[in-house]
């Protein structure tokens, strides 16, 4: 049982009957529905199935340039050793492609030339992959090497001379500016002003499956089925009708298990496009499963930021300003691009109350893997900025960081200068019980030199306001199903990716039809078998899913109710259901009924029960409040709710070798109702880990020519369980958002937010230096070290 | 990702391996643990036309301690046999330490010590405190064997003294010294399955008055293409009586001596500078520990 137990299954002086938080399937730490599966390596993943007259894909990459025209492409000899079955090539399929319609500009094979080192410039079919592979190398292209651009400001100086993309001047994917108040006025006022430069590296998400896509196109009848590792069944079934030029209701999407996807699926990939396009050309099943290198050339990682951020308080500690100028690498594709832009924009506004800000930023081609969404997307770069600079500036005042951060922190209904709403938080709490279980206020700057403690908070979205193509549909549907054969059966195409999303939707329409976690069956993964869903992105399911279950649960639920109240002799809003039975709330003895033998009654006099539930965000619009002016990109950022937390990290310092040895991580979030309690501390405990390994060890490497250096999990360091702290994950068991279903925000991008910023702020605690950019290499850490002692 | 075709052998006796190796000669490759040798094929920078796999061969297997003689350990014996070997831990306690640290649970019990060291990576966990306790190898063809310091064996990066037809076979370890103690150490990004920027090994034997440092061995590994012995460092120590000063001068002068290179994991000066630090503290570590011998 959960944490609920105690504090929160039965409030004091609430009848339990009016008591919407008396849960009995929500809240609990059941076990994950798919995790025995996948611990006894049972579960199917998409490189696991193997279908009759299956062909093996393969894609020839460019590993030789980062940026060159393609001058002539031979693929005569591939085609003619045996066992290839075809050879396709960028012509054959020039639509370009992209999350964002607005800018989409990738094809699925480079088109007359290269942007990046990696990139896809022909693939073949072959009976087995070991043939894939020698025909991939039977291909001759021949190349004219272009001047590379790695860095955002050379590229931005030197597109003059040389352009990544013909559409983009100035090798500039969006270039935007954000004011609201008046920035300069309110800086003129104030007593502590702070400037400050950062800059972010290029980790990526990590996943353990690499992407697979086995596309199965019938010639006979013109469909085509689709299984992929994929995040958004929805926006890769959108995108391949797009690119394929098939409508989407000849296209099936269905996503077996997911080895994890951390925003890096959370685009269409050219495997894809690639298993479909080729499966269509030769009238077979055909797959495509990367390698590791291939995972690292498409990427998709978290944009490098170089970050300028001046932040003013007043005398009392209240700021009053906040100007950010953020230069984001873009790499060579749009993507998810101008979203991402938009989003570190936003994050300004929250989770402190900023009168006047602004922000000037631009997303920047470089001739290097496209960048993506990664888990915290837009959130991580700003964050780090902000929870440091507001660390300093505490020191400035000479009071701690938690006062200075108490002072700022918003409040439940608070409206920030875009109108960006916050209808709850319990963010002081968060940092109150973060700081009184770590010691913090006893601990902080009295640690001997070398030991350190650091604070930082944060907040992320629980899912947007609004689609990335305009459309102003549900983002979420689903379909209930209420029978005496299969019992309660849930359908929604959303995507469970490890995160728990079936768990979670299971123990919610549970709670919505009162009936126990266990007795419902989930139909998700699938865009024929499941209902509508924009995808597994921006922490959206259990908020969304959660309303759209509770809205098909409510008709359900009524229709049992008025079968019941005939049977019972009472009004059927009289009724209620839980654990499986139908009752008088105030006769609950003399009125009550089976659940089980109500909906027999029901299917045998009007047959199988079924509903529909939807889910729609609040449209609110960014503007400045004091001016009612529109904010170019403003609306970015709005969420129906968000969640919010607060890390406290210790380090250790070498201070011989500058290694640092994170000791202790103590942690207080406030995510709302933890819908199950075991999986929520696994989101928390996985961000600190993500998010630690980017800050310490993770990043990208190219040389001149823009060559990946380490594309492999050799050289691309990621945390390892004997670096892992001790962990103390302390999230409100007793927050609860009236908005939101069940009470329910999110912490699988939230968590991952106070990372860098706790560890930058410890480090500084340790040894006086305060670091402006990530990763902190132990060989950064003793050069900052010689030169302070220099500096003396 | 696939390796080239190739014939596959397992002979069951050291002779039928020679013989093999013999006939076969540079077209073919010793399959010892293979993690190394499949991933380079894997890669396609090697495509040997036969592997010979030396698993079954019982002769080059085994760790073997005879007192006063030292020890001999089969080319082919599992990294994790050596890690959990009680008589390994007990009198070279460096090589004990450097086999932990050797990749990753699953990559010890496939990965052997004579792979390691024929895969000649300066970067490699077990050269450098098998030189510092100054361990000799055997080499084997039909013709018979012949013996080498290890320091002479491994001669760059990626390069060995084996022969055409030749196996490395025997890695011998002299018994150590009375008063001696061995130490390993290394700095890397991680705390686990990590490349090191740099390791380092210390094999100190103290006089009997437990004060004066009869024999030093100090071997830096990843700062030059194969392990390097330091010169300077036992011209300081020995014969002297131990102080954190000298340790310090010993240290200093190691890192003098060290060659390192640039890349994506460390930088050279850092490398310098930290075999200083990873000397003097290896140095101290081992003084304590051999007072304890005393």
Redesign the interface.
């Known amino acids: 049982m959960g944490v609920w137990d105690k504090e929160q299954y039965v409030r004091e002086g609430v009848p339990p009957f009016q008591d919407e938080r008396r849960f009995t399937q929500v809240g609990k730490s059941v076990p994950k529905i798919d995790s025995p599966a996948k611990v006894r390596g049972e579960a199917i993943y998409t490189d696991d199935i193997v279908l009759p007259g299956m062909a093996y894909g393969r894609i020839k990459r460019c590993t030789e340039h980062a940026h060159a025209k393609i001058k002539k492409i031979d693929y005569s000899k591939a085609l003619a050793h045996p066992g290839v079955l075809a050879v396709l090539i960028g012509d054959e399929a020039p639509k370009k492609w992209g999350m964002l319609p607005q800018t989409a500009n990738e094809t699925v094979l480079a088109v007359d030339k290269v942007r990046f080192n990696g990139e896809g410039v022909a693939a073949v079919a072959a009976v087995d992959?070991?043939t894939a592979?020698i025909a991939c190398d039977l291909i001759d292209v021949e190349y004219e090497p272009l001047p590379v651009l790695l860095d955002p400001f050379e590229s931005m100086q030197r597109a003059g001379e040389i352009q990544i993309h013909e559409d983009a001047p100035g090798n500039i994917l969006h270039e935007g500016e954000q004011v609201f108040g008046d920035v300069d006025k309110a800086f003129k006022e104030c007593k502590y002003i702070l400037e400050r430069e950062f800059k972010t590296n290029m980790p990526q998400q990590g996943f353990l499956e690499p992407q697979a896509a086995l596309a199965n196109y019938d010639p006979q009848n013109g469909q085509l089925r689709l299984w992929s590792s994929s995040q958004i069944a929805h926006y890769l079934h959108r995108q391949i009708s797009d690119v394929l030029e098939m409508p989407m209701n000849k296209i099936r999407v269905t996503v077996p298990t997911v080895g994890g996807g951390f925003g890096g699926k959370a685009e269409a990939c050219v495997n894809e496009f690639v298993a479909c396009l080729l499966s269509r050309k030769i009238g077979r099943p055909v797959k495509v499963t990367f390698?590791r290198s291939e995972v690292f050339y498409t990427n998709k990682g978290r944009h490098p930021c170089h970050m300028k951020m001046k932040i003013g308080l007043d005398a009392d500690g209240y700021i009053q300003a906040v100007d950010f100028d953020n230069t984001l690498d873009k790499g060579a594709y749009a993507g998810w691009g101008i979203v991402v832009l938009f989003y570190s924009a936003s994050m300004i506004h929250l989770p402190y109350k900023v009168p006047n800000a602004r922000f000037r930023g631009r997303c920047v081609y470089t001739n290097k893997p496209s960048m993506g969404s990664m888990r915290g997307l837009g959130g991580v770069q700003p964050r780090f900025a902000m929870e440091c600079m507001l660390d300093e500036l505490a020191e400035m005042m000479g009071i701690s960081p938690f006062e200075l951060k108490m002072k700022n922190a918003v409040e439940s209904g608070y409206t920030a200068v875009n109108n960006m709403y916050v209808p709850h938080t319990e963010y002081k709490r968060s940092l109150q019980k973060a700081v009184e279980k770590s010691g913090y206020l006893e601990k902080h700057g009295k640690l001997p030199f070398g030991k350190g403690i650091g604070l930082a908070g944060g907040y992320y979205i629980t899912g947007t306001a609004y689609t990335l193509y305009m459309s102003y549909k549900p983002h979420t549907s689903v379909l209930l199903r209420v029978d005496t054969e299969g019992g309660v059966t849930l359908h929604c195409s959303a995507v469970d990716i490890g995160q728990g999303s079936n768990t979670v939707m299971a123990q919610m329409a549970a709670e919505a039809l009162g009936v126990h976690f266990e007795d419902v069956h989930i139909q998700s993964h699938d865009t024929e078998v499941g209902t509508f869903d924009l995808g597994t992105f921006a922490s959206r399911l259990t908020y969304a899913t959660g309303i759209a279950i509770r809205d098909a649960a409510e008709k359900i639920n009524g229709k049992l109710k008025e079968i019941a109240a005939g049977l019972l002799g009472c009004r059927a809003d009289h009724l209620a259901i839980k654990d499986r039975k139908i009752y008088s709330i105030y006769e609950a003895e003399r009125k009550s009924m089976e659940w089980e033998k109500v909906v027999e009654i029901a299917v045998n006099t009007t047959g199988s029960l079924a509903a529909m539930g939807h889910f729609s965000p609040p449209r609110r619009r960014g503007f400045d409040l004091t001016s009612g002016k529109r904010a170019q990109g403003a609306n970015i950022g709005h969420s129906p709710t968000f969640g919010f937390s607060c890390q406290i990290f210790e380090v250790d310092v070498d201070l011989?070798?500058g290694?640092i040895k994170v000791t202790r991580v103590t942690e207080s979030g406030d995510m709302g109702t933890m819908i199950n309690p075991m999986a929520a501390d696994g989101q928390v405990e996985g961000s600190i880990v993500y998010n630690l390994g980017a800050c310490?060890?993770e990043d990208q490497?190219f040389d001149k020519d823009g060559i990946h250096?380490?594309p492999n999990f050799?050289?691309y360091?990621m945390?390892?369980?004997?670096?892992m702290p001790e962990m103390d994950i302390n999230t409100l068991t007793d927050s609860y958002d009236p908005t939101a279903p069940f009470g329910a925000k999110e912490t699988g991008e939230g968590a991952v937010q106070p990372t860098f910023p706790a560890i930058v702020n410890a480090i500084y605690d340790a040894i006086g230096i305060r670091f402006t950019e990530v990763p902190i290499?132990?060989?950064k850490v003793?050069?900052a070290l010689k030169e302070k002692k220099k500096g003396k | 990702?696939?390796l080239n075709h190739f014939e596959y052998f397992a002979p069951q006796a050291a002779k039928d391996a020679l013989d093999l190796c013999d006939r076969l000669g540079a077209k073919a490759k010793i399959l010892a643990g293979g993690t190394d040798l499949l991933n380079l094929m894997k890669d396609k920078l090697l495509k040997p036309e036969y592997l010979i796999d030396i698993n079954n061969v019982d002769e080059f297997k085994g760790i073997f301690y005879e007192p006063g003689k030292g020890a001999v350990i089969g080319a082919a014996t599992k990294i994790s046999e050596i890690e959990r070997s009680e008589i390994i831990r007990e009198k070279y306690f460096a090589l004990h330490q450097a086999a932990g640290e050797l990749g990753s649970v699953q990559v010890r019990n496939m990965a052997t010590i004579g792979g390691n060291i024929c895969n000649a990576s300066p970067a490699a966990e077990t050269p450098t405190p098998l030189v510092a306790l100054g361990a000799k190898v055997v080499i084997s063809s039909l013709s018979g064997d012949r013996e080498m310091p290890l320091e002479e064996f491994i001669l760059g990066n990626g390069e060995t003294a084996l022969a055409e037809g030749e196996i490395l076979t025997k890695f011998l370890l002299p018994e150590p010294i009375s008063g001696s103690v061995s130490r390993y150490g290394y700095?890397g990004?991680?705390?686990?399955?990590?490349?090191d920027a740099v390791n380092l090994a210390v094999n100190l034997a103290l006089g009997e008055d437990g004060r004066i440092i009869k024999q030093l061995k100090l071997v830096m590994g990843s700062v030059f293409p194969r392990p390097l012995v330091s010169e300077e460092a036992p011209e300081i120590l020995i014969g002297k009586e131990f102080s954190a000063e000298l340790a310090e001068e010993a240290a200093r002068a190691a890192s003098s001596e060290s060659k390192p290179i640039s890349d994506?994991?460390?930088?050279a000066e850092?490398r310098r500078?930290?075999v200083a630090?990873l000397s003097r503290r290896l140095l101290q570590e081992a003084f304590s520990a051999a007072q304890g011998e005393v």
């Open positions: 992959e070991e592979e390698d011989e070798t290694k310490l060890y490497f250096l380490n050799q050289d360091k945390p390892t369980i004997m670096d290499t132990p060989e003793l050069k | 990702m696939f700095i990004l991680r705390d686990a399955m990590e490349i994506i994991r460390a930088s850092y500078e930290i630090v």
